[in-house]
């Protein structure tokens, strides 16, 4: 079955940078584009970046353009978010998914808290 895992957060200070990391398996992940969204406490899910599934292209939103990085290695099946300068407001669970066959899977979640 789909499984998406996440990886790589963690607590880092204002000005940090942690990389992100989503493992897939049960799909042929060559073949769909990525995305990335968060959560923070007591806010709606937001998209932060996407990724085509060549790696060719890449969005993001406004908030993390030139701070966030998305890739992915499609030989090792994993999607990967860059993040730096890492602000206080960019913490939240970060999210990989992905929709296939019109449904959408998501990662467990993994924790990113800025903070000093």
């Known amino acids: 079955q789909v499984q998406l895992v996440e990886s790589g957060g963690g607590l880092v200070q204002p000005g940090g940078s942690l990389r992100l990391s989503c493992a897939a398996s049960?799909?042929?992940?060559?073949?769909?584009?990525m995305r990335w969204y968060r959560q923070a406490p007591g806010k709606e899910r937001e998209l932060v970046a996407g990724?085509?599934?060549?790696?060719?292209?890449?969005t993001y939103v406004d908030s993390v353009k030139d701070r966030f990085i998305t890739s992915r290695d499609n030989a090792k099946n994993t999607a990967y978010l860059q993040m730096n300068n890492l602000k206080p407001e960019d913490t939240a669970v970060y999210y990989c998914?992905?929709?296939?066959?019109?449904?959408?899977?998501w990662g467990q979640g993994t924790q990113v808290t800025v903070s000093s």
């Open positions: 049960g799909f042929t992940f060559s073949g769909y584009p």
């Open positions: 998914q992905a929709r296939i066959n019109w449904s959408d899977y």
């Open positions: 990724i085509t599934s060549a790696g060719s292209s890449t």
